[in-house]
Antibody, heavy 121, light 107 residues
Framework: EVQLVESGGGLIQPGRSLRLSCAAS????????MHWVRQVPGKGLEWVSS????????AYADSVKGRFTISRDNAKNSLYLQMNSLRAEDTALYYC??????????????WGEGTMVTVSS | DIQMTQSPSSLSASVGDRVTITCRAS??????LNWYQQKPGKAPKLLIY???DLQSGVPSRFSGSGYGTDFTLTISSLQPEDFATYYC?????????FGGGTKVEIK
């Protein structure tokens, strides 16, 4: 079974840092691009960042560029999102998402259940 | 960035109804248009990719059509489990933008 399990969310003060992790299983992780997508509860979906299969192509939404860093460890079947200088507007449920192809973006065919990040003093 | 506009933002329908949701892109996305279903408290689920291809395991009552800037998701006969929010998404260019969503409610 293809599965993505996020961790690392929580309550964090503005300006602080947080690192999200995503453990992948049930598919050949190194063959696919991956994404982070976030959703404020009750609101729509916002793509945050993507990384190609070999980390050769990385992209960020303007809203997080310069503050967030996406990375992956294919040996550990893991995806990461380092979030620095967090703001209240970063508060959201963060989903780890598998792409259908090696190079993003293509359809997002598998989603984790998400990890909640709340930025508040 | 390519803007995606869905209509309507919500609709009420009965079991057995034919439901159509529209998505319009601010510029061409050729056929790089996907549809997702999200139920309350759950992650989104891919229904349709490249405008009209049905994702594995998705019931055939779901179909997609369109090319360029105008796209449609159709549910041929609405079932109780189809009440959810539906999102379109373009993957023609980065950032991969989503529409604002269409909430399908029970009449």
């Amino acid at each position: 079974e293809v599965q993505l399990v996020e961790s690392g969310g929580g309550l964090i003060q503005p300006g602080r840092s947080l690192r999200l992790s995503c453990a992948a299983s049930g598919f050949t992780f190194e063959d696919y691009a991956m994404h982070w997508v976030r959703q404020v509860p009750g609101k729509g979906l916002e793509w945050v960042s993507s990384i190609s299969w070999n980390s050769g192509s990385i992209a960020y939404a303007d809203s997080v560029k310069g503050r967030f860093t996406i990375s992956r460890d294919n040996a550990k079947n893991s995806l990461y999102l380092q979030m620095n200088s967090l703001r209240a507007e970063d508060t959201a449920l963060y989903y780890c998402v598998k792409d259908m192809e090696q190079q993003p973006p293509d359809a997002f065919d598998t989603w984790g259940e998400g990890t909640m990040v709340t930025v508040s003093s | 960035d390519i803007q995606m506009t869905q209509s309507p933002s919500s609709l009420s329908a009965s079991v057995g109804d034919r439901v159509t949701i529209t998505c319009r892109a601010s510029q061409t996305v050729t056929s790089y248009l996907n549809w997702y279903q999200q139920k309350p408290g759950k992650a989104p689920k891919l229904l349709i990719y490249v405008a009209s291809d049905l994702q594995s395991g998705v019931p055939s009552r779901f179909s997609g059509s369109g090319y360029g800037t105008d796209f449609t998701l159709t549910i041929s006969s609405l079932q109780p489990e189809d009440f959810a929010t539906y999102y379109c998404q373009q993957t023609y260019s980065t950032p991969a933008t989503f529409g604002g969503g269409t909430k399908v409610e029970i009449k």
